[in-house]
């Protein structure tokens, strides 16, 4: 599949040459990845599931960091191309108000759901997060 590229300064649209430019494999799944989780649930009109619940469910009080880390995880296995989650870590800095994920996403080639080769499925996708709760 082959996605819009996003500039990650700005979330727009990134031109190249004045042609808007596109992103694939490991690039596409990484940028889907941290839309979905810079997304609040409910923020996009033609798709109000799109996103992360942060107001509804994970900026109540008080903070439930298991439940918020489950629904990071279901946010990011909700991706393309996520083959599986490692090193998933996180914390609370609560005199900051501060939540931090830090995780790794194997990346998978997948067509028709299943893995066309098994040599991309090693490609990782390191990120971090922070989120004000």
Same mark, same amino acid.
């Given at each position: 599949?082959?996605?819009?590229?996003?500039?990650?300064?700005?979330?727009?649209?990134?031109?190249?040459?004045?042609?808007?430019?596109?992103?694939?494999?490991?690039?596409?799944? /990484?940028?889907?990845?941290?839309?979905?989780?810079?997304?609040?649930?409910?923020?996009?009109?033609? $798709?109000?599931?799109?996103?992360?619940?942060?107001?509804?469910?994970?900026?109540?009080?008080?903070?439930?960091?298991?439940?918020?880390?489950?629904?990071?995880?279901?946010?990011?296995?909700?991706?393309? $191309?996520?083959?599986? +989650?490692?090193?998933?870590?996180?914390? +609370?800095?609560?005199?900051?108000?501060?939540?931090?994920? $830090?995780?790794? +996403?194997?990346? /998978?080639?997948?067509?028709?759901?299943?893995?066309? $080769?098994?040599?991309?499925?090693?490609?990782?996708?390191?990120?971090?997060?922070?989120?004000?709760?």
């Amino acid at each position: 599949m082959i996605s819009y590229q996003l500039d990650p300064s700005t979330n727009d649209l990134f031109l190249r040459n004045g042609t808007i430019a596109t992103v694939e494999t490991a690039e596409e799944t /990484a940028q889907d990845i941290k839309t979905k989780l810079k997304t609040i649930q409910g923020e996009v009109f033609y $798709n109000v599931l799109f996103g992360v619940p942060y107001f509804q469910v994970i900026f109540s009080k008080p903070f439930d960091k298991d439940f918020a880390d489950t629904l990071i995880l279901q946010t990011i296995y909700s991706s393309i $191309n996520v083959a599986s +989650v490692t090193n998933f870590q996180s914390r +609370v800095d609560t005199m900051m108000r501060k939540y931090y994920v $830090n995780f790794t +996403v194997l990346y /998978a080639n997948n067509e028709n759901n299943q893995f066309s $080769n098994t040599s991309e499925i090693n490609q990782a996708l390191n990120m971090n997060e922070v989120f004000t709760i």
